[in-house]
């Protein structure tokens, strides 16, 4: 494996690292650019160039070791699921999102939004949602509030996030379509609108329209997939993720000033096996963080990402098995600082032996962290855990 001097100074770089493997202590426009360049072209002389201006990860100062840092860990409140299949109407269900319903000054406790998985019919599709005093339920199915069937929009509407925008005093919902006319991408992000109190009422939503499309055609996967958003709200900014191709495209992240004008600020680089290597039975060869499956949350006064580990599947599929992980991110959300550590909590009675095959957002409530999840596939159940 070839290597060389960096700068005169005997530090030897291997040039077989991907970006993965090395820091990159960059943000914004030059992240995107230093992902580029090593993911797409690993042979070019900027990919090279790049490899020598890097030192390994854990020899960066303030790195921050497994050993050394405090990380969160997942509990399972409950005893059993919050919303089973049997008892809400949808054909399937998807991306459990928790939402505070109080959020508009007029709202009163929670609802818990989810979408069909994959209908193979737009008419079954949809996003619905259920309610309850508290995040722990007990939920009772609203059915379904909103499906874009504006002509021409496409198909499958499905894997709603919801934020309060307090600037516009609007709820924003963001969800994809895919085949919607006049997009570059197959599958694309779209947003509809509802006022104060209106959460919950299916007339009150219009159509904004796509939010992200792909930006550059050449990039593996751009013209594949640009959907399956998960937006937040984060020290005064907008961020998300949204998936970048199919399977192997991977994902980027998206910032904004105000939940409706998007802009891409490069793909992750959230894989590898200097990040992974801590997780059990983790396989370098195919196993990647998840971001259609994890959650973005601050807790004690930092952020961090607490998601699936897996072999490489489409979408919000997994390949079993699937371990949740923590680690703290960067200031601008853009990369982990310290390595993946695994919190998967215990199997329960109901669930099967993948336990959680689907994860939503992080949702505070009374000085707690609970984050939705899904067992039992696709006709399955939602549940809660707890960030302690």
């Not at 009150?204 to 996967?221: F, H, K, N």
Request: include cysteine.
């Amino acid at each position: 494996m070839s290597a060389f001097d960096v700068d005169g100074g005997g530090i030897e770089v291997d040039l077989g690292l991907t970006i993965a493997q090395v820091i990159v202590p960059l943000e914004g426009e030059a992240l995107d650019s230093a992902t580029a360049e090593l993911v797409d072209a690993p042979e070019s002389a900027t990919a090279l160039a790049l490899r020598a201006a890097y030192v390994p990860q854990a020899t960066v100062p303030g790195y921050e070791t497994a050993a050394s840092a405090e990380y969160p860990r997942l509990v399972k409140p409950l005893d059993g699921p919050v919303l089973s299949f049997a008892d809400q109407p949808a054909e399937s269900m998807l991306w459990p999102w928790l939402v505070d319903n109080s959020l508009d000054g007029i709202g009163t406790g929670w609802s818990l939004w989810y979408s069909t998985d994959h209908a193979a019919l737009h008419s079954d599709s949809g996003l619905f949602a259920a309610t309850a005093p508290t995040p722990l339920g007990p939920y009772t199915s609203v059915g379904r509030i909103y499906r874009d069937d504006v002509s021409g929009a496409g198909h499958q509407c499905e894997t709603p996030s919801i934020i309060w925008n307090p600037i516009t005093s609007l709820w924003h919902i963001y969800y994809q379509l895919a085949g919607v006319t006049g997009t570059a991408s197959n599958q694309v992000t779209l947003m509809a609108t509802a006022p104060a109190g209106g959460l919950l009422d299916p007339a009150q939503w219009t159509r904004y329209g796509v939010v992200i499309d792909a930006y550059d055609p050449a990039i593996p996967g751009a013209l594949v997939h640009q959907g399956y958003l998960r937006p937040m709200r984060y020290a005064g900014g907008w961020y998300g993720w949204n998936l970048l191709g199919g399977t192997f495209g991977g994902t980027q992240q998206q910032r904004s000033m105000d939940g409706i004008s998007w802009t891409p600020a490069g793909r992750t680089a959230y894989q590898g096996p200097l990040i992974n290597q801590s997780i059990a039975g983790f396989d370098p060869t195919t196993w990647i963080m998840k971001h259609t499956l994890c959650s973005v949350l601050e807790w004690r006064g930092r952020p961090w990402w607490i998601g699936g580990v897996t072999g490489e599947a489409a979408g919000t599929e997994t390949a079993p098995p699937m371990a949740l992980a923590v680690a703290p991110l960067s200031p601008t959300l853009s990369r982990i600082t310290a390595p993946l550590k695994e919190i998967t909590p215990p199997i329960q009675g109901w669930e099967t032996a993948s336990a959680v095959d689907g994860l939503g957002n992080a949702a505070r409530w009374n000085g707690r962290t609970f984050i939705p999840y899904r067992s039992l596939t696709k006709v399955g159940a939602f549940s809660i855990m707890e960030v302690i």
